[in-house]
């Protein structure tokens, strides 16, 4: 059964995994996020629907977070940090070059749905900038001409 691009029975499945219990809308929108990468307007309703939580206090709780999306994010999730360590050695030409090589700008995901790519405030690993994030894989002192092979691992 499914919604537009809604799987409702899995959406469903997620609330009542939480016994539908609104204190937890948070964690039923993490694990939403987990499984179909981003939260859909669609599963918002449901999850509304379910829990009693007004939609316009979901949409708040979405764009509050940077952790939910409300597009498709990409099979991998790219992050290459910006603070300052980062910024002084390097990352505008890492973002350059990830941009260059996916076709993308900061904040897209490709067409095949198979890359993300966000610049963040900082990672907290300052002694190896700049560094990325590739899913939960950190490459410090990375540079611009390490992007094709990063891809190709992931790719």
Not at 29 to 41: A, I, P, T
Not at 63 to 87: D, M, N, W
């Amino acid at each position: 059964m499914s919604s537009g691009n809604c799987d409702v029975k899995a959406v469903k499945s997620i609330i009542k995994k939480w016994k539908n219990d609104r204190e937890y809308v948070i964690e039923m929108m993490q694990n939403l996020q987990d499984d179909f990468r981003y939260v859909s307007r669609d599963a918002l309703e449901v999850l509304s629907h379910q829990t009693g939580v007004p939609l316009a206090d979901l949409y708040h709780i979405a764009t509050f977070y940077k952790a939910f999306s409300l597009e498709p994010r990409g099979k991998h999730e790219i992050q290459v940090c910006t603070g300052t360590a980062c910024h002084v050695k390097g990352a505008p030409r890492l973002i350059e070059a990830f941009e260059r090589e996916l076709s993308i700008k900061q904040g897209e995901t490709t067409f095949d749905k198979l890359f993300s790519l966000e610049g963040v405030r900082c990672i907290g690993c300052c002694s190896m900038a700049p560094v990325i994030t590739i899913d939960h894989d950190l490459y410090g002192e990375a540079r611009p001409s390490q992007v094709p092979k990063l891809l190709k691992k992931y790719g």
